[in-house]
């Protein structure tokens, strides 16, 4: 079991930029994948973004170039760096801890609690 605590939600006006960041209760080395889940509104929950022990990344479509995952072990932490924000990236994001396949899709099993992320027009 990890527990994971996010930061770095907030509200921004479009074109801005925001910096996530989720902090896990004990070592990643050993973690095999983190990403970052999102859901606004009346939508499903989505995949933003993973990233494998090895620095291999997905991202969704709609964020490639906006959006970065990075991971640092020795500080059991992954962040996501949002720019070039638009309001269709308002919603709820959470961080998870998971695994990621060989075709490099993610399958989270632990989440955290979510941040907000709200961009204004």
């Known amino acids: 079991q990890v527990q994971l605590v996010e930061s770095g939600g907030g509200l921004v006006q479009a074109g801005g930029s925001l910096s996530l960041s989720c902090v896990a209760s004990?070592?990643?080395?050993?973690?095999?994948?983190m990403g970052w889940y999102r859901q606004a509104p009346g939508k499903q929950r989505e995949l933003v973004a993973a990233i494998s022990r090895g620095g291999r990344t997905n991202y969704r479509d709609s964020v490639k170039g906006r959006f970065t995952i990075s991971r640092d072990n020795a500080k059991n932490t992954v962040y996501l760096q949002m720019n070039s924000l638009k309001p269709d990236d308002t919603a709820v994001y959470y961080c998870?801890?998971?695994?990621?396949?060989?075709?490099?899709?993610?399958?989270?099993?632990?989440w955290g609690q979510g941040t907000q992320v709200t961009v204004s027009s």
């Open positions: 004990r070592s990643t080395f050993s973690i095999n994948a």
């Open positions: 998870n801890v998971g695994t990621m396949g060989y075709s490099g899709s993610y399958d989270p099993v632990h």
